[in-house]
């Protein structure tokens, strides 16, 4: 099993939609957890840290569930602008980052 | 704040040579760089992770002796592709860890290495 999985995707979704995107990871002493977005041939960008009470900026939600291992992403109301590739990555302590295999999403006009 | 920059951001070399690439944060000091890989498609790759002032950890099928990494100071380290070969054509980038903030990181820009 991998140390941190992703939806497969892509997911296509009109403008407009509200589209969620689920992680899980296998190391449950993982210590900290972010979503990161990555453009076509750039480099990954924090998008938000997430936190065991939940948060929010704007249109994205970021959840964790500890008990259940488990990450999400929710983006409401999709921009174009927003079509990227989404990694879930997890800290595992120290210097230990595993990203996951990342989950593509292409809003559509 | 929290800028990391790479040089250069594409080269394009002949096979046999070798290629160097500096990673720097620019506003921030780094206790910590990761340096990964990322062919097209896939998910990024870590190769190695090297704290100032020390060798470098490698990833387990990552040849030390092919890509050579130095963290000679807080805010600058570099990868060296030795002998390059086309297969070794990827997107290399790189990451800081702020000493101030120990569980987050930062990217660098990438660098397209293409080997003829």
């Known amino acids: 099993r991998k140390e941190v999985e992703q939806d497969p995707g892509p997911f296509n979704v009109p403008e407009g939609a509200t589209v969620a995107f689920n992680c899980t990871y296998s190391?449950?002493?993982?210590?900290?957890f972010f979503w990161y977005r990555q453009d076509c041939r750039k480099e990954p960008k924090l998008l938000m840290s997430?936190?065991?009470s939940g948060n929010e900026d704007g249109r994205f939600t970021a959840q964790l569930n500890r008990a259940s291992q488990y990450i999400s992403l929710l983006i409401r109301d999709s921009k174009l602008s927003d079509s990227a590739t989404y990694l879930c990555?997890?800290?595992?302590?120290?210097?230990?980052?595993?990203f996951g295999p990342g989950t593509r999403l292409s809003v559509l006009p | 704040g929290a800028v990391v920059s790479q040089h250069p951001s594409r080269v394009i070399c002949k096979s046999g040579t070798s290629v160097k690439i500096e990673c720097r944060s620019l506003d921030f000091q780094a206790t910590t760089m990761f340096w990964y890989r990322q062919f097209p498609k896939k998910s990024l790759m870590l190769m190695a992770t090297?704290?100032?002032?020390?060798?470098?950890?490698?990833e387990q099928g990552v040849e030390k002796d092919k890509f050579l990494i130095n963290h000679a100071s807080l805010t600058l380290s570099t990868l060296t592709v030795t002998s390059a070969h086309p297969e070794d054509s990827s997107f290399y980038i790189c990451?800081?860890?702020?000493?101030?903030?120990?569980?987050?990181?930062?990217f660098g820009p990438g660098t397209r290495l293409t080997v003829l």
């Open positions: 190391n449950s002493a993982s210590q900290s």
């Open positions: 990451s800081a860890r702020p000493r101030s903030v120990t569980d987050t990181q930062y």
């Open positions: 997430v936190y065991s």
């Open positions: 990555v997890v800290n595992k302590g120290g210097q230990n980052f595993v």
């Open positions: 090297s704290n100032e002032g020390s060798k470098a950890t490698y």
